[in-house]
């Protein structure tokens, strides 16, 4: 009887559940309910370790949103970032825009090792990231969505793709664009996105051309706001201290709501790929007034546009596979 119950369920969630067998661009493969049955605490379990992770160091929050992001954007969302190079695998981790910047996989790590012992080879990477990216948004005041699962993880890395593809901050408007353009997403999802830039650092490394302009004319960018940018430069000098760290929003640097677009209209963004959104384009300087008046208009698009970017080529149905170790692929 109870042999036969348990066929029934499997039945009725393989007839709710989306059949997904190849790689595609649509929320079809992918849906929030999809561990409920094989591994009912998952969330939970992703939510728990991340609010420690956040609670120990509110910086953590940014670095597992910037990691969700630098993934998606090279061969979509499957955990191709969290590998460490081995056999045929040279790992992205060593790419421009990753090294000496992108952190928060030790605590991918953490909570990949609770979900084996809770439910083994169940949860994928690119899951936890995705779950990991909403999550750090809520502990800091932003907004949350239902996240859509059933990613699996990818065999294989791209160096080439990683310096390549992810948006750079001294690219250009058009350039940027472009970049969220071949990813499938619209110049609605690059200001949206950008306000994530309301938590987080940088260094002073990538954004020192803006107060120096070094491989130009010598002059400083007149789009900074003068008084800001002299407050810049005592800490990030014109050369040395490459690595100093500056709030990306320095109003609320850790609470996740709409100054940065207001600091943008002030013309206080920090990195130069922030403030071209003001500067270069009508469209994107309408959004981002928008934005600065209403925070919930901006809390909407941005739940939207992260499931968006969420759903960038996942692997699905029986591609890939459910890494054991988040930074390394199956044996």
Same mark, same amino acid.
């Given at each position: ?25 649509? #929320? ?19 939510? +728990?370790?991340?609010?420690?992770? *956040? ?7 940014? +670095? ?11 061969? !979509?969302? %499957? =955990? ?9 695998? &040279? ?30 080879? #169940? ?8 779950? /990991?990216?909403? %999550?750090? #948004? ?48 619209? &110049? ?20 020192? $051309? ?10 400083? %960018?007149?789009?900074? %706001? $003068? ?7 005592? $800490? ?6 490459? $690595? ?31 403030? *071209? ?5 009508? /469209? ?32 699905? !149905? ?12 199956? =044996?």
């Amino acid at each position: 009887m109870a042999n036969f119950i348990s066929i029934i369920m499997l039945v009725i969630l393989l007839a709710s559940a989306p059949l997904c067998f190849s790689r595609k661009t649509s #929320t079809d493969c992918l849906y929030p309910q999809f561990y409920d049955h094989s591994c009912p605490n998952a969330i939970q379990i992703v939510k +728990s370790i991340v609010s420690s992770a *956040v609670a120990r160091d509110t910086r953590m929050a940014a +670095s597992l949103l910037r990691l969700h992001f630098h993934d998606c954007f090279v061969k !979509g969302c %499957d =955990a191709s970032i969290l590998l460490d190079s081995s056999g045929s695998v &040279i790992s992205e981790k060593s790419s421009n825009p990753n090294r000496k910047s992108v952190r928060g996989y030790g605590v991918i790590d953490q909570i990949k090792s609770a979900l084996e012992l809770e439910c083994p080879q #169940t949860v994928s990477c690119a899951d936890i990231m995705a779950l /990991a990216a909403r %999550d750090s #948004t809520v502990l800091t005041g932003g907004p949350s969505w239902d996240v859509p699962l059933g990613r699996r993880d990818s065999r294989g890395a791209s160096l080439s793709g990683s310096n390549n593809n992810i948006p750079a901050p001294n690219n250009t408007f058009q350039t940027i664009l472009i970049k969220f353009k071949l990813q499938g997403l619209d &110049i609605v999802d690059l200001v949206a996105l950008s306000g994530s830039h309301t938590i987080g650092k940088s260094r002073c490394v990538s954004f020192r $051309q803006r107060l120096y302009n070094q491989s130009g004319d010598g002059q400083p %960018d007149y789009a900074l %706001d $003068q008084y800001y940018m002299e407050k810049l430069k005592n $800490q990030c000098p014109r050369s040395g201290g490459d $690595q100093n760290l500056f709030n990306l929003d320095f109003v609320s640097p850790t609470k996740f709501d709409n100054s940065y677009f207001k600091n943008l209209l002030a013309s206080e963004g920090l990195l130069n790929s922030d403030q *071209v959104l003001v500067t270069k384009n009508e /469209a994107s300087l309408e959004l981002v007034r928008r934005y600065a008046e209403d925070t919930e208009e901006f809390f909407e698009q941005f739940a939207k546009s992260m499931v968006k970017m969420g759903n960038i080529f996942p692997l699905t !149905g029986l591609a890939g596979e459910i890494r054991k170790s988040c930074r390394n692929i199956n =044996a």
